[in-house]
Nanobody, 121 residues
Framework: QVQLVESGGGLVQPGGSLRLSCLAS????????VEWYRQAPGKLREWVAA???????NYADSVKGRFAISRDNAQNTVYLQMNSLKPEDTGVYYC???????????????WGQGTQVTVSS
């Protein structure tokens, strides 16, 4: 019933910016921690950014200072603002959210389908 849908990916020049969105829908009581991952061809999926339910954020060293994670709880949407993009930022970006479906219920982890980001001249 819960689905995460990502959008906002595309082709951008080095130094450019993109804003990714992840919309969660379904039977959602609350969303706890949210994270962004990315995966380049032939590489393992790597963690990019995270935000706790309290709003504290953390970033991989490779994107620190360039990326910013944010969330709109009312809209069940998580964002990843990506600035000063580099070719090495190319990959499929995925959102991951820990979601509680009911009061007192256990949290489940959900993944988006991914959105392609290509940074190239």
């Amino acid at each position: 019933q819960v689905q995460l849908v990502e959008s906002g990916g595309g082709l951008v020049q080095p130094g450019g910016s993109l804003r990714l969105s992840c919309l969660a829908s379904g039977n959602i009581f609350s969303i706890n921690a949210v994270e962004w991952y990315r995966q380049a061809p032939g590489k393992l999926r790597e963690w990019v950014a995270a935000m706790t339910s309290g709003g504290a954020s953390n970033y991989a060293d490779s994107v620190k200072g360039r990326f910013a994670i944010s969330r709109d709880n009312a809209q069940n949407t998580v964002y990843l603002q990506m600035n000063s993009l580099k070719p090495e930022d190319t990959g499929v970006y995925y959102c991951k959210e820990d979601i509680r479906l009911s009061v007192g219920g256990r949290k489940q982890t959900y993944w988006g389908q991914g959105t392609q980001v290509t940074v190239s001249s």
